[in-house]
């Protein structure tokens, strides 16, 4: 690639925001120099006062290719993800089918990217009942971590392990020093009556949430901090929705365990008082919680008890998330928000007081330390040249015909959100402009 020099007043580096101007050459930033510098022979082009900042890292993703495309895939996912601002992502080993257990089926997931991504994917491995034997060859084929379930996934090919199960599969992520990706809910502390009564209407949110109870989640991460200390194995907690885990992870923090954990932006913006009967887009698991649960998950991102912010795009065909019938208890659980994690997570963040640094952190910096890539979410000479342009000032409404996701159907749809993204880059190459998609097809990574 040629090189070029790109300047803006707010360029979010390690160190702050300052004004500065970033050199690419040869998929790298070459340096950062401070204000404004034109230098003969080099294009240079000004952003004013927009950001310029890492590209966003999304830790967590469901693309569902090969076998349920007509779920997602990853041409439209990877145009979802450039589009907000996301250059690397790293993709769950269902709902693919097959789902991501052996190296048979991670070698069907590279081929069917091939000449599809639009940004860098990498892939996780799954531990399900009987594949114990498989995990050392997926590790060694380079996934970028083992992912488990606690409860049943949605999906038959992918079921849950016991307790037994992890006591076999830890030995060897030790081996590897790899870790283990956890959904955390057991099926544990469900009275007779919350049954009975979510039963009885299927239509109703608050039913729905009485179904999967905080005492799921606090029960199964838990029982992760018991098999994390045993065994030394980085164990994180996916999809942190319920705030009474907050101080499990706290403590096991403090006590220098190797836990990490993550929330996603469904359970920051949005909120159960405010869910319509009915209304299944909003359907995950664990389910979204009340306004003052969501508010301590704001809080444990400011003191560091979560480490950073991913989506947990799940998305789904409309006919199978019920929205004719509006039974929750029927409807896929999954949050269609790929596109948005930028912005919905700017709306919320910047009204509780966060920093664009802190905001790059949550997004890109700790995301790219917990998946190993020392490369990647940081502004800084050195590091690739993966970045997003956005104007934090702009707000934009959430239409159909600007999502670049597979099926329109999110809970995003119509609603107001902050931070509209200009420019894309992956490896210094613009792949998302001012609404127009460019550049070549990326390799998948490895880990």
């Not at 090919?157 to 992520?173: G, Y």
């Not at 159909?400 to 894309?424: C, F």
Request: proline share 6%; hydrophobic share 40%; glycine share 8%.
């Amino acid at each position: 690639m040629e090189t070029v020099a790109i300047h803006s007043t707010r360029v979010v580096t390690p160190t702050g925001v300052v004004q500065a101007t970033l050199i690419l050459a040869d998929g790298k930033i070459q340096d950062v120099l401070p204000g404004r510098v034109e230098q003969k022979g080099i294009s240079f082009e000004s952003f004013g006062d927009q950001v310029i900042m890492p590209g966003v890292i999304d830790a967590h993703v469901h693309i569902n290719e090969p076998g349920r495309t007509e779920w997602e895939g990853f041409e439209t996912a990877t145009k979802a993800a450039a589009a907000g601002g996301i250059t690397t992502m790293i993709e769950m080993p269902l709902n693919a089918s097959p789902v991501t257990t052996t190296v048979e089926a991670l070698k069907l997931k590279l081929e069917a990217a091939k000449g599809k991504l639009h940004v860098n994917v990498g892939f996780y491995g799954g531990v399900v009942p009987g594949n114990i034997d498989d995990l050392d060859g997926l590790l060694s084929a380079g996934v970028f971590g083992i992912k488990a379930f606690l409860t049943h996934s949605g999906i038959d090919e992918f079921p849950n392990v016991t307790e037994a199960d992890l006591r076999r599969a830890l030995p060897i992520l030790k081996k590897h020093d790899a870790k283990l990706l956890v959904h955390c809910e057991f099926e544990s502390a469900n009275p007779q009556h919350e049954t009975r009564q979510h039963a009885t209407d299927p239509r109703s949110y608050a039913n729905y949430l009485a179904s999967r109870p905080a005492q799921w989640e606090t029960d199964a991460i838990a029982l992760m901090i018991r098999l994390s200390e045993e065994f030394d194995v980085h164990v994180h907690i996916v999809h942190v929705s319920a705030a009474e885990a907050l101080p499990l992870i706290r403590d096991a923090k403090k006590r220098g365990l190797r836990i990490t954990a993550e929330t996603c932006p469904h359970y920051l913006v949005f909120c159960a008082e405010e869910i319509p009967d009915g209304a299944t887009e909003f359907k995950c698991a664990p389910p979204i919680r009340e306004r003052a649960n969501n508010e301590l998950l704001w809080e444990a991102l400011k003191d560091g008890t979560l480490d950073f912010v991913a989506t947990d795009h799940s998305p789904a065909p409309p006919d199978i998330k019920e929205q004719r019938s509006g039974d929750f208890m029927k409807a896929w659980g999954g949050i269609a928000g790929l596109q948005f994690l930028l912005p919905a997570f700017w709306t919320g963040a910047k009204e509780r007081g966060f920093s664009l640094e802190e905001v790059a952190r949550l997004l890109c910096e700790h995301p790219a330390q917990f998946l190993g890539l020392k490369q990647k979410g940081r502004i800084a000479p050195g590091c690739d040249a993966d970045l997003v342009i956005w104007d934090p000032d702009a707000g934009f409404v959430v239409k159909g015909e600007d999502m670049q996701h597979r099926h329109k159907l999110t809970p995003y749809a119509g609603r107001n959100l902050s931070g509209v993204v200009a420019r894309t880059y992956v490896a210094g190459d613009v792949v998302f402009n001012e609404g127009s998609f460019v550049g070549t097809p990326k390799q998948p990574l490895v880990a």
